[in-house]
């Protein structure tokens, strides 16, 4: 099941960029975390407002703006 609810953009939270659940935490700041070695236990703990579904949906929102076409130039 898809996460991708929890994701919010508001143009007044954080310059539009997408959030967790409208809260302060940027999805940005999920993935820095992630990729800086946080495990989601630590990430958890740190954090206890967020759940581990939040996790999720950063991941599965980056997941998706990354995918694009690949254009062939022939």
Do not use: F, W
Request: charged content about 30%.
């Amino acid at each position: 099941m898809s996460e991708l609810h929890r994701i919010t953009v508001d143009p007044e939270l954080c310059g539009g960029r997408p959030c967790i659940r409208s809260m302060r935490i940027r999805v940005k700041d999920i993935l820095d975390l992630l990729a800086a070695g946080a495990t989601r236990e630590e990430m958890l703990e740190d954090y206890p407002y967020l759940e581990n579904e939040d996790i999720t949906a950063a991941l599965e929102y980056a997941a998706r703006q990354s995918d694009h076409p690949v254009l062939s130039v022939a």
